[in-house]
Protein backbone atom coordinates (compact mmCIF):
# COMPACT_ATOMS: atom_id res chain seq x y z
CA UNK A 1 0.00 0.00 0.00
CA UNK A 2 1.48 3.07 -0.84
CA UNK A 3 2.44 5.76 1.91
CA UNK A 4 2.49 9.69 2.65
CA UNK A 5 0.72 10.33 -0.69
CA UNK A 6 -0.20 14.66 -0.67
CA UNK A 7 -2.99 15.86 -1.14
CA UNK A 8 -2.45 17.34 -4.33
CA UNK A 9 -1.53 14.31 -5.66
CA UNK A 10 -4.92 12.22 -4.74
CA UNK A 11 -6.55 15.29 -5.66
CA UNK A 12 -5.07 15.27 -9.56
CA UNK A 13 -5.94 11.60 -9.96
CA UNK A 14 -6.43 10.80 -13.40
CA UNK A 15 -9.78 9.47 -15.40
CA UNK A 16 -12.89 9.47 -13.96
CA UNK A 17 -12.56 8.34 -9.89
CA UNK A 18 -10.05 8.54 -7.80
CA UNK A 19 -8.96 4.77 -6.72
CA UNK A 20 -9.38 5.87 -3.15
CA UNK A 21 -13.37 6.31 -4.16
CA UNK A 22 -13.44 2.30 -4.39
CA UNK A 23 -11.92 1.92 -0.89
CA UNK A 24 -14.67 3.94 0.41
CA UNK A 25 -16.99 2.35 -1.49
CA UNK A 26 -16.57 -1.10 -0.28
CA UNK A 27 -16.08 0.07 3.11
CA UNK A 28 -19.77 1.93 3.07
CA UNK A 29 -20.74 -1.29 1.26
CA UNK A 30 -20.50 -3.45 3.83
CA UNK A 31 -21.63 -0.90 6.78
CA UNK A 32 -24.54 -0.62 4.98
CA UNK A 33 -25.11 -4.44 4.86
CA UNK A 34 -25.02 -4.51 8.09
CA UNK A 35 -27.27 -0.93 8.99
CA UNK A 36 -29.91 -2.28 6.45
CA UNK A 37 -29.73 -5.77 7.86
CA UNK A 38 -30.47 -4.64 11.40
CA UNK A 39 -33.20 -2.12 10.07
CA UNK A 40 -34.73 -4.84 7.97
CA UNK A 41 -34.70 -7.01 11.16
CA UNK A 42 -36.40 -4.35 13.58
CA UNK A 43 -39.91 -3.93 13.28
CA UNK A 44 -40.46 -7.77 12.63
CA UNK A 45 -38.53 -8.93 15.60
CA UNK A 46 -40.07 -6.21 17.87
CA UNK A 47 -43.74 -7.99 16.69
CA UNK A 48 -42.75 -11.83 16.72
CA UNK A 49 -40.34 -12.09 19.41
CA UNK A 50 -40.48 -8.87 22.23
CA UNK A 51 -44.00 -9.45 21.57
CA UNK A 52 -45.05 -5.50 21.07
CA UNK A 53 -48.07 -3.89 19.13
CA UNK A 54 -47.85 -3.26 15.48
CA UNK A 55 -48.07 0.32 16.56
CA UNK A 56 -45.71 0.05 19.33
CA UNK A 57 -43.40 -1.19 17.32
CA UNK A 58 -43.55 1.19 14.37
CA UNK A 59 -43.09 3.94 16.75
CA UNK A 60 -40.07 2.19 17.99
CA UNK A 61 -38.86 1.89 14.89
CA UNK A 62 -39.42 5.38 13.64
CA UNK A 63 -37.28 6.53 17.08
CA UNK A 64 -34.49 4.23 16.21
CA UNK A 65 -34.20 6.25 12.71
CA UNK A 66 -34.53 9.22 13.73
CA UNK A 67 -31.91 8.61 17.11
CA UNK A 68 -29.62 6.71 14.43
CA UNK A 69 -29.62 10.07 12.01
CA UNK A 70 -29.73 12.50 14.97
CA UNK A 71 -26.37 10.86 16.24
CA UNK A 72 -24.48 11.81 12.77
CA UNK A 73 -24.28 15.19 13.78
CA UNK A 74 -22.48 14.18 17.13
CA UNK A 75 -20.21 12.12 15.06
CA UNK A 76 -19.88 15.08 12.72
CA UNK A 77 -18.75 17.56 15.24
CA UNK A 78 -16.34 15.15 17.26
CA UNK A 79 -14.60 14.17 14.09
CA UNK A 80 -13.79 18.17 12.80
CA UNK A 81 -12.86 19.04 17.01
CA UNK A 82 -11.30 16.47 17.98
CA UNK A 83 -10.62 12.89 16.75
CA UNK A 84 -10.82 13.01 13.15
CA UNK A 85 -12.57 11.70 10.61
CA UNK A 86 -10.93 8.21 10.91
CA UNK A 87 -10.67 7.84 14.24
CA UNK A 88 -14.20 8.38 14.85
CA UNK A 89 -15.19 6.32 11.54
CA UNK A 90 -13.07 3.52 13.45
CA UNK A 91 -14.59 4.24 16.33
CA UNK A 92 -18.03 4.21 15.04
CA UNK A 93 -17.27 1.08 13.50
CA UNK A 94 -16.00 -0.61 16.81
CA UNK A 95 -19.42 0.42 18.51
CA UNK A 96 -20.91 -1.19 15.54
CA UNK A 97 -19.38 -4.40 15.94
CA UNK A 98 -20.09 -4.66 19.26
CA UNK A 99 -23.68 -3.64 19.23
CA UNK A 100 -24.06 -6.09 16.66
CA UNK A 101 -22.08 -8.95 18.79
CA UNK A 102 -24.35 -7.89 21.64
CA UNK A 103 -27.66 -9.17 20.00
CA UNK A 104 -25.95 -11.80 18.16
CA UNK A 105 -25.64 -13.27 21.98
CA UNK A 106 -29.08 -13.10 23.00
CA UNK A 107 -31.44 -10.56 21.10
CA UNK A 108 -34.50 -10.71 23.05
CA UNK A 109 -32.34 -9.89 26.48
CA UNK A 110 -29.97 -7.17 25.18
CA UNK A 111 -31.81 -6.12 22.38
CA UNK A 112 -32.19 -2.25 23.44
CA UNK A 113 -28.31 -2.38 24.55
CA UNK A 114 -27.31 -3.27 21.23
CA UNK A 115 -29.43 -0.78 19.31
CA UNK A 116 -27.99 1.73 21.59
CA UNK A 117 -24.30 0.69 20.45
CA UNK A 118 -25.59 0.52 17.06
CA UNK A 119 -27.10 4.25 17.06
CA UNK A 120 -23.91 6.07 18.39
CA UNK A 121 -21.68 3.68 16.06
CA UNK A 122 -23.65 5.05 12.89
CA UNK A 123 -23.41 8.41 13.96
CA UNK A 124 -19.15 8.76 14.17
CA UNK A 125 -19.36 6.37 11.06
CA UNK A 126 -21.78 7.31 8.25
CA UNK A 127 -21.00 11.20 8.01
CA UNK A 128 -17.50 10.46 8.56
CA UNK A 129 -16.75 8.07 5.51
CA UNK A 130 -18.96 10.89 3.42
CA UNK A 131 -17.24 13.38 4.14
CA UNK A 132 -13.63 11.88 3.37
CA UNK A 133 -15.51 11.22 0.02
CA UNK A 134 -15.25 14.95 -0.74
CA UNK A 135 -11.92 15.43 -0.06
CA UNK A 136 -10.77 13.48 -2.79
CA UNK A 137 -11.48 16.15 -5.05
CA UNK A 138 -10.13 20.07 -5.47
CA UNK A 139 -12.77 22.09 -5.03
CA UNK A 140 -13.45 23.29 -8.47
CA UNK A 141 -13.12 19.08 -9.55
CA UNK A 142 -16.82 18.82 -11.68
CA UNK A 143 -15.98 14.82 -11.43
CA UNK A 144 -17.08 15.32 -7.44
CA UNK A 145 -21.19 14.51 -8.14
CA UNK A 146 -20.19 11.62 -10.52
CA UNK A 147 -18.23 10.20 -7.55
CA UNK A 148 -20.65 10.40 -5.37
CA UNK A 149 -23.63 9.00 -7.47
CA UNK A 150 -21.00 5.82 -7.90
CA UNK A 151 -20.62 5.77 -3.68
CA UNK A 152 -24.12 5.88 -3.77
CA UNK A 153 -24.81 2.74 -5.80
CA UNK A 154 -22.29 1.25 -3.14
CA UNK A 155 -24.45 2.41 -0.33
CA UNK A 156 -27.10 0.47 -2.24
CA UNK A 157 -25.35 -2.81 -3.30
CA UNK A 158 -25.05 -3.28 0.83
CA UNK A 159 -28.87 -2.01 1.50
CA UNK A 160 -30.14 -4.78 -1.21
CA UNK A 161 -27.80 -7.97 0.19
CA UNK A 162 -27.82 -6.60 4.06
CA UNK A 163 -31.96 -6.05 3.71
CA UNK A 164 -32.37 -9.58 2.57
CA UNK A 165 -29.84 -11.33 4.31
CA UNK A 166 -30.54 -10.68 7.48
CA UNK A 167 -33.99 -11.28 7.56
CA UNK A 168 -33.94 -14.37 5.63
CA UNK A 169 -31.56 -16.00 7.75
CA UNK A 170 -33.01 -14.08 11.47
CA UNK A 171 -36.66 -16.21 9.87
CA UNK A 172 -35.21 -19.16 8.27
CA UNK A 173 -32.43 -20.40 10.74
CA UNK A 174 -31.87 -18.38 13.42
CA UNK A 175 -31.68 -14.36 15.04
CA UNK A 176 -28.72 -14.74 16.76
CA UNK A 177 -27.09 -15.88 13.38
CA UNK A 178 -28.69 -12.74 11.45
CA UNK A 179 -27.31 -10.24 14.12
CA UNK A 180 -23.97 -12.26 13.93
CA UNK A 181 -23.88 -11.78 10.34
CA UNK A 182 -24.14 -8.15 10.98
CA UNK A 183 -21.26 -8.37 12.96
CA UNK A 184 -19.33 -9.99 10.47
CA UNK A 185 -19.89 -7.85 7.94
CA UNK A 186 -19.37 -4.80 9.97
CA UNK A 187 -15.96 -6.13 10.73
CA UNK A 188 -15.17 -6.78 6.94
CA UNK A 189 -16.29 -3.16 6.47
CA UNK A 190 -13.81 -1.86 9.25
CA UNK A 191 -10.93 -3.91 7.85
CA UNK A 192 -11.15 -2.80 4.64
CA UNK A 193 -10.88 0.73 5.84
CA UNK A 194 -7.77 0.23 8.35
CA UNK A 195 -6.30 -1.86 4.91
CA UNK A 196 -6.65 1.28 2.26
CA UNK A 197 -6.82 4.20 4.93
CA UNK A 198 -3.24 4.78 4.47
CA UNK A 199 -3.74 5.66 0.36
CA UNK A 200 -5.76 8.31 2.16
CA UNK A 201 -2.28 10.30 2.91
CA UNK A 202 -3.60 13.52 5.00
CA UNK A 203 -7.47 13.13 4.38
CA UNK A 204 -9.07 12.55 7.66
CA UNK A 205 -6.35 12.91 10.26
CA UNK A 206 -6.71 14.05 13.37
CA UNK A 207 -7.11 17.79 13.18
CA UNK A 208 -4.76 20.16 14.82
CA UNK A 209 -6.10 23.47 16.36
CA UNK A 210 -4.28 27.00 16.94
CA UNK A 211 -2.33 27.68 20.05
CA UNK A 212 -2.48 31.80 21.63
CA UNK A 213 0.47 32.64 18.81
CA UNK A 214 -1.24 31.00 16.17
CA UNK A 215 0.84 28.23 16.20
CA UNK A 216 -0.81 24.61 15.03
CA UNK A 217 -0.68 22.48 18.03
CA UNK A 218 -2.31 18.64 18.38
CA UNK A 219 -5.08 18.25 20.16
CA UNK A 220 -4.78 16.19 24.00
CA UNK A 221 -5.32 12.45 23.78
CA UNK A 222 -6.85 13.14 27.05
CA UNK A 223 -9.45 14.93 25.27
CA UNK A 224 -9.88 12.61 22.42
CA UNK A 225 -10.36 9.54 25.48
CA UNK A 226 -13.20 11.77 26.26
CA UNK A 227 -15.11 11.52 23.84
CA UNK A 228 -14.83 7.79 23.25
CA UNK A 229 -15.71 7.59 26.92
CA UNK A 230 -18.56 9.85 26.86
CA UNK A 231 -19.99 7.86 23.78
CA UNK A 232 -20.03 5.01 26.08
CA UNK A 233 -21.81 6.75 28.71
CA UNK A 234 -24.57 8.19 26.88
CA UNK A 235 -25.52 4.31 25.67
CA UNK A 236 -28.07 3.89 28.94
CA UNK A 237 -29.67 7.31 28.19
CA UNK A 238 -30.09 6.42 24.62
CA UNK A 239 -31.31 3.06 25.92
CA UNK A 240 -34.00 4.99 27.67
CA UNK A 241 -34.95 7.39 25.34
CA UNK A 242 -35.56 4.93 22.61
CA UNK A 243 -37.34 2.28 24.46
CA UNK A 244 -39.73 5.32 25.54
CA UNK A 245 -40.91 6.32 22.45
CA UNK A 246 -42.43 9.76 23.72
CA UNK A 247 -38.99 10.78 24.88
CA UNK A 248 -38.57 10.88 20.98
CA UNK A 249 -40.44 13.90 20.60
CA UNK A 250 -38.96 16.22 23.25
CA UNK A 251 -35.75 14.96 21.93
CA UNK A 252 -36.29 16.13 18.13
CA UNK A 253 -37.78 19.31 19.53
CA UNK A 254 -34.39 19.90 21.11
CA UNK A 255 -31.94 18.61 18.83
CA UNK A 256 -32.77 20.54 15.57
CA UNK A 257 -32.86 24.31 17.18
CA UNK A 258 -29.69 22.87 19.58
CA UNK A 259 -27.65 22.36 16.03
CA UNK A 260 -29.01 25.71 14.32
CA UNK A 261 -27.85 27.72 17.52
CA UNK A 262 -24.36 25.89 17.46
CA UNK A 263 -23.93 26.44 13.81
CA UNK A 264 -24.91 30.39 13.89
CA UNK A 265 -22.14 30.65 17.05
CA UNK A 266 -19.63 29.02 14.29
CA UNK A 267 -20.78 30.91 11.48
CA UNK A 268 -19.97 33.89 14.11
CA UNK A 269 -16.02 33.05 13.54
CA UNK A 270 -16.62 33.16 9.77
CA UNK A 271 -15.72 35.51 6.78
CA UNK A 272 -18.68 36.53 4.79
CA UNK A 273 -18.51 33.84 1.81
CA UNK A 274 -17.91 31.38 4.53
CA UNK A 275 -21.30 32.46 6.38
CA UNK A 276 -22.88 32.63 2.71
CA UNK A 277 -22.09 29.16 1.49
CA UNK A 278 -23.11 27.84 4.90
CA UNK A 279 -25.98 29.93 4.90
CA UNK A 280 -26.82 27.85 1.30
CA UNK A 281 -25.87 24.87 2.44
CA UNK A 282 -28.29 24.99 5.54
CA UNK A 283 -31.29 25.91 2.88
CA UNK A 284 -30.31 23.00 1.01
CA UNK A 285 -31.00 20.46 4.20
CA UNK A 286 -34.08 22.40 4.98
CA UNK A 287 -35.54 21.34 1.43
CA UNK A 288 -34.28 17.69 2.21
CA UNK A 289 -36.00 17.69 5.30
CA UNK A 290 -39.06 17.78 2.91
CA UNK A 291 -37.57 15.47 0.75
CA UNK A 292 -37.55 12.55 2.98
CA UNK A 293 -40.42 13.51 4.28
CA UNK A 294 -41.86 12.02 1.14
CA UNK A 295 -39.78 9.40 0.72
CA UNK A 296 -39.35 7.63 3.79
CA UNK A 297 -42.99 7.10 3.30
CA UNK A 298 -41.56 3.83 1.45
CA UNK A 299 -40.55 2.23 4.91
CA UNK A 300 -44.06 3.65 6.58
CA UNK A 301 -47.68 3.80 4.66
CA UNK A 302 -46.59 2.49 1.33
CA UNK A 303 -45.70 -0.36 2.77
CA UNK A 304 -49.21 -0.89 4.19
CA UNK A 305 -50.24 0.37 0.37
CA UNK A 306 -48.14 -2.35 -0.71
CA UNK A 307 -49.84 -5.13 1.39
CA UNK A 308 -53.55 -4.26 1.21
CA UNK A 309 -53.66 -2.59 -1.80
CA UNK A 310 -51.78 -5.09 -4.65
CA UNK A 311 -51.73 -7.38 -6.28
CA UNK A 312 -48.81 -9.89 -7.40
CA UNK A 313 -47.83 -9.57 -11.16
CA UNK A 314 -44.77 -7.64 -11.62
CA UNK A 315 -44.59 -7.71 -15.69
CA UNK A 316 -46.34 -10.65 -15.65
CA UNK A 317 -44.19 -12.79 -13.02
CA UNK A 318 -45.74 -13.55 -9.21
CA UNK A 319 -44.02 -11.29 -6.95
CA UNK A 320 -44.19 -10.08 -3.29
CA UNK A 321 -45.54 -6.65 -3.65
CA UNK A 322 -43.71 -6.03 0.00
CA UNK A 323 -40.56 -7.51 -1.52
CA UNK A 324 -41.36 -4.92 -4.74
CA UNK A 325 -41.82 -1.93 -2.13
CA UNK A 326 -38.57 -3.21 -0.32
CA UNK A 327 -36.07 -3.73 -2.89
CA UNK A 328 -36.60 -1.75 -6.34
CA UNK A 329 -35.44 1.15 -5.10
CA UNK A 330 -32.02 0.05 -4.15
CA UNK A 331 -32.25 -1.80 -7.47
CA UNK A 332 -32.79 0.76 -9.68
CA UNK A 333 -30.04 3.20 -7.30
CA UNK A 334 -27.48 0.25 -8.41
CA UNK A 335 -28.02 -0.06 -11.81
CA UNK A 336 -28.92 4.07 -12.67
CA UNK A 337 -26.45 6.29 -10.05
CA UNK A 338 -23.53 5.08 -12.42
CA UNK A 339 -24.96 5.64 -15.74
CA UNK A 340 -26.43 9.08 -14.05
CA UNK A 341 -22.53 9.64 -12.87
CA UNK A 342 -21.26 9.06 -16.36
CA UNK A 343 -24.41 11.31 -18.13
CA UNK A 344 -23.32 14.26 -15.63
CA UNK A 345 -19.05 13.65 -16.34
CA UNK A 346 -20.15 14.18 -20.26
CA UNK A 347 -22.57 16.63 -19.73
CA UNK A 348 -20.07 18.50 -17.96
CA UNK A 349 -17.53 18.39 -20.73
CA UNK A 350 -19.71 19.80 -23.02
CA UNK A 351 -20.14 22.23 -20.01
CA UNK A 352 -23.99 21.81 -19.96
CA UNK A 353 -24.30 19.74 -16.74
CA UNK A 354 -27.32 21.58 -14.52
CA UNK A 355 -25.97 23.26 -11.25
CA UNK A 356 -26.88 21.90 -8.28
CA UNK A 357 -29.98 23.55 -7.67
CA UNK A 358 -31.25 22.91 -10.63
CA UNK A 359 -30.56 18.90 -9.85
CA UNK A 360 -32.72 19.73 -6.13
CA UNK A 361 -35.16 21.08 -8.43
CA UNK A 362 -35.70 18.01 -10.95
CA UNK A 363 -35.34 16.04 -7.86
CA UNK A 364 -38.23 17.45 -6.45
CA UNK A 365 -40.58 17.23 -9.68
CA UNK A 366 -39.63 13.72 -10.14
CA UNK A 367 -40.87 12.82 -6.56
CA UNK A 368 -44.04 15.22 -7.58
CA UNK A 369 -44.20 12.50 -10.76
CA UNK A 370 -43.83 9.33 -8.42
CA UNK A 371 -46.42 10.21 -6.06
CA UNK A 372 -48.95 11.43 -8.96
CA UNK A 373 -48.07 7.70 -10.22
CA UNK A 374 -48.64 6.76 -6.80
CA UNK A 375 -52.23 8.34 -6.97
CA UNK A 376 -52.51 7.29 -10.36
CA UNK A 377 -52.94 3.55 -9.33
CA UNK A 378 -56.21 4.16 -8.13
CA UNK A 379 -57.39 4.05 -11.97
CA UNK A 380 -56.03 0.66 -12.17
CA UNK A 381 -57.75 -0.86 -9.58
CA UNK A 382 -60.83 -3.57 -9.45
CA UNK A 383 -63.63 -3.43 -8.04
CA UNK A 384 -62.25 -5.09 -4.45
CA UNK A 385 -59.43 -2.06 -4.41
CA UNK A 386 -56.38 -3.94 -5.45
CA UNK A 387 -54.52 -2.40 -8.10
CA UNK A 388 -51.35 -2.67 -10.34
CA UNK A 389 -48.18 -3.52 -9.15
CA UNK A 390 -46.53 -2.57 -12.49
CA UNK A 391 -47.83 0.97 -11.85
CA UNK A 392 -46.42 0.94 -8.40
CA UNK A 393 -43.17 -0.05 -9.08
CA UNK A 394 -42.96 2.76 -12.40
CA UNK A 395 -43.43 5.02 -9.68
CA UNK A 396 -40.40 3.47 -7.97
CA UNK A 397 -38.71 3.64 -11.19
CA UNK A 398 -39.84 7.87 -11.70
CA UNK A 399 -38.39 8.50 -7.36
CA UNK A 400 -35.19 6.53 -7.68
CA UNK A 401 -34.08 9.57 -10.79
CA UNK A 402 -35.33 12.12 -7.84
CA UNK A 403 -33.27 10.63 -5.19
CA UNK A 404 -30.77 10.24 -7.54
CA UNK A 405 -30.57 13.89 -8.01
CA UNK A 406 -31.03 15.00 -4.27
CA UNK A 407 -29.31 12.61 -2.05
CA UNK A 408 -25.66 11.96 -3.81
CA UNK A 409 -25.99 15.47 -4.92
CA UNK A 410 -26.71 16.73 -1.41
CA UNK A 411 -23.63 14.86 0.40
CA UNK A 412 -21.39 16.06 -2.47
CA UNK A 413 -22.41 19.87 -1.88
CA UNK A 414 -22.26 19.90 1.78
CA UNK A 415 -18.32 19.20 1.29
CA UNK A 416 -18.39 22.24 -1.07
CA UNK A 417 -20.01 24.52 0.73
CA UNK A 418 -18.64 23.88 4.01
CA UNK A 419 -15.16 25.25 5.60
CA UNK A 420 -12.82 22.99 6.24
CA UNK A 421 -13.12 22.69 9.94
CA UNK A 422 -17.29 22.46 9.50
CA UNK A 423 -17.28 19.90 6.83
CA UNK A 424 -17.94 16.76 9.50
CA UNK A 425 -20.90 19.27 11.62
CA UNK A 426 -22.63 19.90 7.95
CA UNK A 427 -22.30 16.86 6.82
CA UNK A 428 -24.13 16.08 9.92
CA UNK A 429 -26.41 18.51 9.39
CA UNK A 430 -27.33 17.24 6.27
CA UNK A 431 -27.71 13.73 7.83
CA UNK A 432 -29.56 15.24 10.54
CA UNK A 433 -32.50 16.48 7.97
CA UNK A 434 -32.76 12.94 7.34
CA UNK A 435 -33.64 12.06 10.88
CA UNK A 436 -36.55 15.30 10.44
CA UNK A 437 -37.66 13.35 7.70
CA UNK A 438 -38.18 10.28 8.96
CA UNK A 439 -39.92 11.44 11.87
CA UNK A 440 -42.19 13.56 9.60
CA UNK A 441 -42.76 10.66 7.60
CA UNK A 442 -43.97 9.06 10.18
CA UNK A 443 -46.51 11.53 11.10
CA UNK A 444 -47.70 12.31 7.31
CA UNK A 445 -47.97 8.12 7.29
CA UNK A 446 -50.43 7.73 10.69
CA UNK A 447 -52.25 10.59 9.00
CA UNK A 448 -53.09 8.89 5.93
CA UNK A 449 -54.01 5.65 8.14
CA UNK A 450 -56.50 7.38 10.05
CA UNK A 451 -59.45 5.58 7.72
CA UNK A 452 -59.08 2.98 10.75
CA UNK A 453 -58.30 -0.62 11.12
CA UNK A 454 -61.54 -1.74 9.78
CA UNK A 455 -61.97 -0.29 6.21
CA UNK A 456 -62.38 -1.92 3.20
CA UNK A 457 -59.75 -2.05 0.98
CA UNK A 458 -61.49 0.21 -1.84
CA UNK A 459 -61.29 2.75 1.05
CA UNK A 460 -57.94 2.38 2.26
CA UNK A 461 -57.01 3.28 -1.79
CA UNK A 462 -58.69 6.11 -1.51
CA UNK A 463 -57.14 7.39 1.35
CA UNK A 464 -54.09 6.54 0.47
CA UNK A 465 -53.84 7.81 -3.17
CA UNK A 466 -55.72 10.99 -1.90
CA UNK A 467 -52.32 11.31 0.45
CA UNK A 468 -50.22 10.76 -2.60
CA UNK A 469 -51.99 13.14 -4.77
CA UNK A 470 -51.63 16.11 -1.80
CA UNK A 471 -47.87 14.53 -1.77
CA UNK A 472 -47.39 15.47 -5.57
CA UNK A 473 -49.18 19.11 -5.45
CA UNK A 474 -46.40 19.72 -2.42
CA UNK A 475 -43.41 18.02 -3.83
CA UNK A 476 -44.05 20.25 -7.15
CA UNK A 477 -44.38 23.34 -5.06
CA UNK A 478 -41.07 22.59 -3.26
CA UNK A 479 -39.63 22.03 -6.51
CA UNK A 480 -40.46 25.13 -8.15
CA UNK A 481 -39.93 26.92 -5.42
CA UNK A 482 -36.38 26.03 -5.19
CA UNK A 483 -36.28 26.62 -8.83
CA UNK A 484 -36.98 30.12 -8.33
CA UNK A 485 -34.96 31.16 -5.39
CA UNK A 486 -32.15 29.61 -7.40
CA UNK A 487 -30.87 33.31 -8.08
CA UNK A 488 -30.64 34.27 -4.76
CA UNK A 489 -29.27 30.80 -3.45
CA UNK A 490 -26.58 31.09 -6.47
CA UNK A 491 -25.64 34.00 -4.86
CA UNK A 492 -25.13 32.81 -1.66
CA UNK A 493 -22.89 30.03 -3.50
CA UNK A 494 -20.41 31.97 -4.52
CA UNK A 495 -18.06 30.03 -7.11
CA UNK A 496 -19.82 26.68 -6.01
CA UNK A 497 -21.82 25.28 -8.83
N1 LIG B 1 -30.10 5.65 1.50
C1 LIG B 1 -29.04 6.54 1.78
C2 LIG B 1 -28.09 5.98 2.78
O1 LIG B 1 -28.36 5.05 3.48
C3 LIG B 1 -29.53 7.89 2.21
C4 LIG B 1 -30.10 7.89 3.56
C5 LIG B 1 -30.55 9.25 3.99
O2 LIG B 1 -29.85 10.26 3.89
N2 LIG B 1 -31.72 9.32 4.50
O3 LIG B 1 -27.01 6.48 2.91
Redesign the pocket.
Same mark, same amino acid.
Given at each position: MEKNLSLEEIQSFKGKFPKQLWYLFFSEMWE?FC??GMRGMLTYFMVHHLMMSETVANLQYGATQAFV?AFTFVGGLFADKLLGFRKSLFWGGLLMITGSCILAVDPKEFFFIGISFTIIGTGFF?PNISTMVGSLYKSDDNRRDAGFSLF?SG??IG?LLGGYACIYLGKNYSWNLAFGLAAIVMAISLITFVFTQNSLGPIGLTPTKKDKNGNEIEIKKTNQYLVYLGSLLVIPIIMTLVSKTEYTDYFMYLIGPATLIYLFYEMSKCNKEEKKKLFAALIFIVFSIIF?AFF?QSGGSLSLFAANNLNDKLLGVTADPNGVNNASNSLFVIIFAPILGIIWIAMSKKKIEPNTLIKFGLGFIFLAIAFYVFYATRFFADKNGVTSLDMFTLAYFIITFG?LCL =?PIGLSIMTKLSTKNLQGVMMGM??LA =?AY??YAAGILGAGMASTGEHATKSEKLITYTDGYYHLAIYALIAGIIIISLSPFIKKLMGNVK
Open positions: RFYYKYINAWEE =SWF =SGQ
